[in-house]
Every structure is written in C-alpha cells, then in structure tokens.
C-alpha cells in the first residue's frame, strides 16, 4: 500500500499554480469622462484608456480617474496612458506626505491629508480619536486623477456632489482638486466640532467638585490633535499656491477663495484646541500638585500626633531606678492622660491651621 501511495504521487498530476495576480483591478474605483458639465454614458464605469481615446476626441472633456491604493503594477498602465512622469507615480504610490502642491511638465500634483472621528464612548489613555489618510489628486489638461490611502475620506461623495453641478464641472480638470479639497475642509471642520465636545467633557471632569486622578486621557487627545494639526496647518500654504497659479480657471478662484476662508477657520479652532488642552493639563498638574501638598500635611500632621506618645512613652520606658511616678499607683494613668491631653491639644491646633 504504501508503494502504491508513494507511485500515485509521483504520476499524479501536479496541481495548478494560479499566476501571480498582474495590478490591482480593486485599485480602480471609478473612471469617467466629463463634457460640458456632464458625465459620458451615465453611471457606467469606463476602462481608463478607453476613457483616454473618448476624452482626446472630444474638445474640452477630461476624465476623472479614482484610485484607492494602487500597486505599481496598477499605475504603470495608468502612467502610459496618461503621461505620467515617474516621480508622479512613485509618489502616488508610496502615499503618506505631507500636504502641499508641485508642478512636473503638464501635470500638477496636489496632496491633502484626510481626517475623521472615531466614535468613543468614553476617552481614555488609548482612545483613538482622529484617523488620517491623504489623497493625491494628479491634475493634467485633460484629466484628474485621485489616488487616495487609508480607508478615511471615500470620494463617491465628492463626485456625485460634483456631478450635479454641472457649472463647476465645466471648468475641467480643476472642477475635481476644488471639490476634493472642499470635502476635506469640510472634513477637518466636522472633526473640529466633535473634538471640541470631547474638550467640553475634559473640561467638566477637571474642575468638577469630585475628580479622578487619572489624567493620561488628556495627554492622549493632545497626541491627537497633534495628528489632527499636521492635517489642517500645512494646507494653507499649497491653497495659496494654486491661488496666484495661472493654470487656475478664473471661474473656480472665488470657489477656491471660499475653501481658503473655511480652511482658516479650521485652523483657528485647531489652534485654540491645542491652547484649551494646555490650560487644562496645566490645571489638572496643578490639581495634583495641591492635593500632594494635601496629603503630606496629613501626614506630617498626623506624625506629630503621634510624636508626643512617643516621647513620653521613651521618657518613662528609661531603665532608671529613681524616676519621677515610676512606683506610684497613679503612674500608668497619669501618662496615658498626658498623653490623651498633650495628642488631643497638638489635634485641635493642626485642626484649626487647617492641616487636618
């Protein structure tokens, strides 16, 4: 039997490898051509290089491509299609920079980061309560491509939204940065107002009447807002570049304009956040610094108490022959009220200087 066994697996045939998967076909989200404020052939999902061919035939259409994490096998085809220069598709790639604005040939590329609340029911030192991710949106003279990281900030949104206005998609390919970077203030605005309720609750428990001593929640939100800051600050910088740039449609400056002002007031409140949880930490450091001082006064307090039984107990426990009471009757009784009296007067004392 175990002849036979080992002879059919030599002759059997050898199973099917499957090849290694060529790309990420998942990466591809959604990829479209837009005319005239317009989507081409209506919900459908067009190929990117069909896309291409129909958006080059037509005068003043453009396509939107949406990735979602694409592997450089996925971007390769889309870096020929579209003329991407390596760098572009490097960058596009790896994902993760920080905020900003570069032009490479014909091509713009412009990085925002991504932020969203995570629900709590209650913060503690592990909390997790902002998660961030970027998007990358590669602006050519006839398409838009999004290349967005980590699973905040989905884009289906922005482009239904951007879809039923049709006179801002007339614009071209700037119609979908405009739209994305809306989205995103939009975003950091939405997270600034919950986290503001968080420092609300912070707020209360550190100057209610009966408080914990923990206090590592309040370092851990700092840390978040930390991320949280690195989202919203950077962006101010590479919204005025695109501004003063002439390759901006003059119908989307006062559109731009609007997303600047709103990106100001997400930083003001991000900046008032960061000033509130240093006034809060300093308080509750303070808090504690009180209450230590608190409990050593017990304790010195408390010691001195039991200093005078102390003493008069060493003064008579002495191994002397002739000492004062020592053979009285009353000797015992008398240093126990002694030391009832001399205790319960040092008490009084400390009690009324507040130590106690």
């Known amino acids: 039997m175990a002849i036979k066994k080992l002879v059919g697996t030599l002759i059997r045939p050898s199973a099917h490898v499957p090849s290694p998967r060529s790309g990420n076909p998942d990466a591809i989200v959604d990829c479209a051509v837009y005319s005239g404020g317009v989507r081409h052939g209506g919900s459908a999902r067009l190929s990117f290089p069909e896309a291409a061919r129909l958006a080059r035939r037509r005068r003043g259409a453009f396509v939107w491509l949406g990735l979602h994490e694409p592997d450089p096998a996925t971007m390769r085809p889309v870096a020929e299609v579209f003329g991407l220069h390596d760098l572009l598709v490097e960058q596009a790639v790896s994902g993760g920079h920080r905020p900003g604005v570069e032009t ?26 902002v998660e961030t991710g970027d998007i990358t949106v590669l602006i050519g003279p006839w398409f838009a491509i999004t290349v967005r ?45 919950h986290v503001e309720r968080d420092l609300e609750r912070i707020e209360e428990e550190t100057f209610a009447e009966v408080r914990t001593s923990e206090f590592a929640h309040i370092y851990q939100l700092k840390r978040e807002m930390v991320e949280f800051k690195r989202a919203v600050l950077p ?22 304009l609007d997303v600047r002002g709103r990106q100001a007031r ?19 450091l303070a808090q504690i610094s009180v209450d230590q001082n608190h409990d050593m006064r017990k304790i010195a307090s408390w010691a001195a108490i039991a200093a005078v039984p102390t003493v008069i107990a060493g003064v008579f426990g002495m191994n002397f022959e002739h000492l004062p009471g020592l053979d009285s009757p009353y000797g015992f009784a008398g240093s126990m009220v002694a030391m009832t009296v001399l205790g319960g007067g040092v008490y009084l004392r400390l009690k009324k200087a507040g130590w106690l």
């Open 149 to 193: 990281h980590g699973p905040v900030g989905p884009l289906w949104a922005v482009r239904n939204e951007l879809q039923s206005r049709p006179e801002v998609l007339r614009q071209g390919p700037w119609a979908v940065a405009y739209a994305v970077g809306s989205r995103m203030v939009d975003s950091y605005l939405d997270v600034a107002e």
């Open 104 to 129: 490479l040939g014909e091509v713009t590329r412009l990085v925002l980061r991504t932020a969203r609340y995570v629900e709590h029911d209650r913060l503690t030192a592990t909390s997790e309560v």
């Open 266 to 284: 997400a930083v003001d409140r991000v900046a008032s956040f960061d000033d509130l949880l240093n006034s809060i930490l300093q308080a509750r």
């Open 235 to 256: 962006l101010a910088e590479p919204l005025a570049r695109l501004l003063e740039s002439g390759d901006l449609p003059d119908g989307l400056r006062p559109y731009l």
